[in-house]
């Protein structure tokens, strides 16, 4: 059982390229995140989808846009890359909105 | 907005010891609150979950406990030992969002 697989594990992209990240689970969780994590500022919700078709805004949702097409995946893009998006990039993915959460490894993205 | 403490932000132990976690919070409008393990460079590994109608829950040395009505919870770990150096973060699932609002975690050395 695989849970939650995230790819690239790292990158490093040159500003104002557009990256897309991937993320896909296979425990048929309905709701799935993306965090980002950075020094100082914890863990920090990117975009949220509580079942396949929809998503939704969270904390930090600028320069990020997300989309969720089945149960399975939902990928993370970043249409033109800012230094300030240097981060580690999480997944995560729970039954439901109010249940245990699993996360990803992470992705490790340079923006230089 | 909900805001997530965890004291102290570092801690050194010899091997053996018993010790304790802290986690408080400000509002108590929760479904649940998870307790996390993150190994350097890598991703969360949840250790616990208590909804908001438990007070406690046990998984082998590790006991976490909740108390809504003061904003805190704890991690108990018992005998503790050198594989248990890690950051441990606790995270509450907000029942006016979807997203799990984090701590900025304690990291735990456990010295041989």
């Known amino acids: 059982i695989a849970g939650i697989t995230q790819a690239p594990t790292s990158q490093i992209l040159a500003a104002g390229r557009r990256m897309t990240l991937r993320c896909t689970q296979d425990?048929?969780?309905?709701?799935m995140y993306w965090y980002r994590q950075d020094l100082g500022l914890g863990l920090r919700l990117i975009h949220y989808?509580?079942?396949?078709?929809?998503?939704g805004k969270g904390e930090v949702p600028d320069g990020y846009s997300v989309s969720r097409a089945n149960t399975d995946d939902f990928p993370l893009t970043l249409a033109s890359a800012v230094p300030s998006q240097t981060s580690v990039y999480f997944c995560?993915?729970?039954?439901?909105?109010?249940?245990?959460?699993?996360f990803g490894q992470g992705t490790r993205l340079t923006v230089v | 907005k909900q805001e997530v403490t965890q004291i102290p932000a570092a801690l050194s132990v010899p091997e053996g010891e018993n010790l304790v976690l802290n986690c408080s919070f400000t509002?108590?409008?929760?479904?649940?609150l998870q307790w996390f393990r993150q190994d350097p460079g890598k991703g969360l590994t949840s250790l616990l979950l208590?909804?908001?109608?438990?007070r406690e829950q046990t998984s082998g040395r590790l006991n976490a406990s909740l108390d809504k009505s003061s904003g805190r919870s704890t991690l108990y770990i018992a005998a503790s030992q050198p594989g248990d150096s890690a950051t441990y973060l606790c995270?509450?699932?907000?029942?006016?969002?979807?997203?799990?609002?984090f701590g900025e975690g304690t990291q735990l050395t456990v010295n041989p």
């Open positions: 995560a993915s729970s039954l439901t909105y109010n249940t245990e959460a699993f």
């Open positions: 208590i909804q908001s109608s438990q």
């Open positions: 425990m048929r969780h309905n709701a």
């Open positions: 509002d108590s409008a929760i479904y649940n």
């Open positions: 989808s509580n079942t396949a078709g929809t998503t």
């Open positions: 995270a509450l699932r907000e029942t006016s969002g979807s997203r799990l609002t």
